[in-house]
């Protein structure tokens, strides 16, 4: 039953990862690829009908989250108190710079929101990446499952780090490349003419970025956190999930040469979603690991709801998410295609 | 830790309150949006279209700053209150991710159809998106309220080895006695301050003399929806709730009403200033008997005081309790009065003309906003000392690593943060609204603005 809920929640994250990834992604290039007005709300009206919806994913993770291990997420969410409430205010942030900029057609207030957008868009990406960093790390649990963490002390891996340090910033990296490849993939799926063939470019670039980046940062693990490997030496089959990784790796360098923007955009999302799986399996059964000992270590075991609400969950959630799927197949679908950029105004 | 469980408190009471003033606009206006695009498919008449499109844009803007206002709310229960979650997350953890699952998917992706899609859909797959936004936002309300409740009546528990308390049935924690009234109670009080946001910009273009026949449209749907709204809100649902509360919560209720020694024939105050040293309410104004009556259905049964307690149950901020509660329900009564006389004149179709009454419609629409959160705030601080009513105190639900000066941090930051939304949501439908709905006249090309 636990072991159902770690990987149900270990699919939002994912879904969230690859939805949300490809909005923030577009963020992350806003300024640099597209330069006129018109190409701005290109961008912005490719993820419009779609971005709310996927950040639902992060919510319904966290309120599943909630349910399922409520003691793990009273002790992640206090200990990694300011970084959360920092990544709320950039939500925020974002969200307003998606929804108020087209309201005003003025130079400056679109500027202003432009920039807003994509600075939180690209410091959103870095912590979610640094935040991942933190879980593969370990965080000093104390011996009631609590924790706190500073910002940052010395950027050295010590058993009370802070929440950034040298190896987190390299996870936040990852991020950063990933999805800059995945966005430059949606949106070039998305446009035609200038704009796509820059965000070709770009996608092209960054996704030799997502190589170097990966690389560095799997060799660190492997220092920083051996036990990292403990599970695939003991079950060889989940070395499936990092040749998934891998070969939707080559996929994406072949798919990018081909120009064939569709391909490649499927091939950064089962690049995240092969990466999502390849870390669950590592950690498993851990959730948060302990830098202070193993013994402190939160697993699904010791922080999971009784079995009677994990088993009543188990039925409303199946049929939530089976719901929620056809929604965004139906979502998707009306909003399939390149995008005809609307009348200046238009919208709602 | 006493600074912290302060600063963490004022932090939730500031977000949670100034988050509601966005959802209870969403929940309201969503079905009278529903109600604007039904028309326009029966009447086949465009200017109910155009209605739909003007207040789809000032809800969008309102939804928008809803959402992101309600995600603090869903961290704000791990970061600042953890003990709480660890306790309870496996019975309200339950109604929480059901909102995410249920009502969040439902509402956004058909907020994504219903705003983009109108040429896509048709009349009738638009209709049909404009009232699947709405239901979502139902849905959503009834899991926040069905959570609230838990906190307020626990039911459907047991307690587990670990002192934690865990789920024992399902259904008793959907229909937990407290849930039924205190959600239709909501859902109404939604509903008039979405009717008198819609009759106020009516009145405001009738006043002005500008889109004259939408102003009509606005205030008529606007009064009738208010008037029917702040009767229900009163009677049945405003009882019931206080009913319950009295069952439930005795304390609460003696506190709220500022009975403070058990009485037979218990009278009604309906102004007055409760003294904490005296114990006793300076200056009353009140009718005899009447809340024994409103309490029990009889002149002469027996109203439990605050006496009848031990002090240490009772609310931690009795004053500011019973001010809210006597707020909300004067206001309550004052809507119901300026809704009927607006009615009766629609009825002898003299409203349009009659300028005082226009004037009061147009300069009321703030005070459904004070009379809901006055509401949320009597439900909330009638619940203290209690975090989960009877099971946990407010100061051991908050967070053991999260020191004062970082909450104080945080709540500075919500304070800055939430005042630039607040100025730029005011700035952006003002000016929706000074544009008016005439900006939306073909459905091609809908928002010239500018």
């Given amino acids: ?348 | 830790m006493e600074d912290a469980l302060i600063v963490h408190r004022l932090q939730f009471a500031f977000t949670v309150m100034f988050h509601y003033l966005f959802p209870q606009l969403t929940m309201g206006l969503g079905l009278l949006i529903v109600i604007l695009k039904g028309l326009a498919l029966r009447k086949k008449d465009e200017r109910y279209n155009d209605s739909a499109r003007f207040w789809a844009k000032i809800f969008a803007v309102n939804f928008a700053v809803g959402v992101v206002t309600g995600i603090p709310m869903e961290f704000q229960f791990g970061t600042n209150w953890a003990k709480f979650s660890a306790f309870a997350g496996g019975v309200i953890g339950q109604t929480l991710a059901m909102e995410g699952v249920f009502a969040f998917f439902l509402e956004s992706s058909f907020l994504g159809l219903f705003l983009f899609g109108e040429k896509k859909l048709g009349p009738k797959g638009h209709f049909f998106a404009a009232f699947m936004v709405f239901l979502g936002s139902w849905i959503s309300g009834f899991f926040i309220i069905a959570t609230n409740a838990w906190m307020q009546n626990p039911v459907a528990y047991q307690v587990a080895a670990d002192s934690t308390v865990a789920l024992a049935s399902f259904w008793g924690l959907l229909t937990n006695p407290w849930v039924g009234w205190q959600y239709l109670h909501n859902m109404l009080g939604s509903v008039i301050t979405a009717a008198f946001v819609m009759s106020a910009v009516g009145a405001y273009y009738l006043l002005a003399n500008r889109d004259v026949e939408h102003g009509k449209i606005f205030v008529q749907i606007g009064v009738i929806a208010g008037l029917a709204a702040s009767i229900l809100v009163a009677f049945p649902t405003g009882d019931g709730q206080g009913k319950n509360v009295a069952k439930y919560q005795p304390v609460t209720l003696a506190a709220m009403e500022g009975l403070f020694e058990t009485k037979e024939g218990a009278e009604l105050i309906l102004i007055g200033q409760p003294d904490m040293d005296k114990l006793k309410i300076d200056n009353p104004i009140h009718i005899p008997r009447m809340l024994s009556f409103l309490t029990y259905n009889r002149w002469r049964a027996e109203v439990k005081g605050l006496d009848a307690f031990p002090r240490e149950n009772w609310p931690t901020n009795i004053p500011l309790l019973y001010y809210s509660y006597h707020i909300m329900v004067g206001l309550g009564t004052i809507f119901i009065a300026i809704m009927a006389v607006a009615a009766f004149l629609l009825w002898k179709r003299k409203l349009y003309s009659t300028r005082w009454v226009l004037w009061i419609l147009m300069l009321s629409f703030p005070f459904p906003y004070i009379a809901n959160i006055t509401g949320w705030m009597t439900a909330e601080l009638g619940r203290q000392p209690w975090l989960v009513y009877g099971l946990m105190r407010t100061a051991d639900g908050v967070s053991p690593t999260v020191s004062a000066g970082n909450g104080l941090f945080t709540l500075l930051g919500f304070m800055g943060m939430y005042t630039l939304l607040g100025l730029l949501f005011l700035f952006l439908v003002m000016r929706e609204v000074f544009h008016g709905p005439a900006f939306s006249v073909t459905s091609d090309q809908y928002s010239v603005s500018n």
Wanted: glycine share 10%; aromatic share 16%; proline share 4%.
């Fill in chain 1, 1 to 348: 039953m636990e072991t159902f809920w770690f990987i149900a929640l270990g699919f939002m994250l994912a879904m969230y990862v690859i939805l949300d990834g490809f909005d923030l992604g577009a963020g992350i290039i806003h300024l640099f690829a597209a330069k006129s007005d018109d190409e701005r709300r290109t961008v912005l009206n490719a993820i419009g009908p779609v971005w709310d919806g996927n950040e639902v994913w992060l919510l319904a993770a966290g309120g599943t989250l909630y349910f399922a291990f409520p003691k793990l997420y009273a002790s992640s969410f206090s200990g990694f108190y300011l970084p959360l409430m920092i990544v709320l205010w950039l939500l925020m942030l974002r969200a307003i710079g998606i929804e108020f900029r087209h309201r005003i057609h003025h130079p400056m207030w679109k500027s202003f929101w432009d920039v807003t957008f994509a600075v939180a868009s690209i410091l959103l990406t870095i912590f979610f990446g640094a935040a991942l960093g933190n879980v593969v790390r370990g965080v000093p649990l104390n011996a009631e499952g609590y924790f706190f963490e500073p910002l940052w002390t010395t950027f050295t891996v010590v058993p009370e780090a802070g929440i950034l340090d040298w190896f987190t910033v390299l996870m936040g990296l990852v991020a950063f490349t990933t999805l800059t490849a995945h966005g430059a993939n949606f949106i070039a799926m998305k446009t035609e003419g200038e704009l796509q063939q820059r965000l070709r470019v770009i996608a092209a670039k960054a996704w030799w970025g997502v190589l170097a980046t990966s690389i560095l940062a799997l060799l660190a693990t492997s220092v920083i956190r051996p036990e990292i490997w403990d599970n695939y030496t003991g079950s060889p089959w989940g070395f499936i999930f990092p040749l998934i990784g891998l070969s939707s790796w080559i996929g994406g360098v072949y798919y990018r040469a081909k120009q064939n923007d569709t391909r490649a955009f499927l091939s950064s999302t089962a690049f995240i979603a092969g990466m999502a799986a390849s870390t669950a399996f590592g950690l498993f059964p851990n959730v948060l690991p302990a830098s202070t000992g193993s013994q402190y270590n939160l697993t699904i075991y010791n922080t999971a709801a009784p079995a009677y609400g994990l088993g009543v969950g188990l039925v409303w959630w199946s049929i939530g998410m089976a719901i929620a799927l056809a929604y965004f197949g139906y979502l998707f679908y009306s909003f399939r295609g390149k995008l005809k950029l609307p009348a200046e105004g238009e919208g709602y």
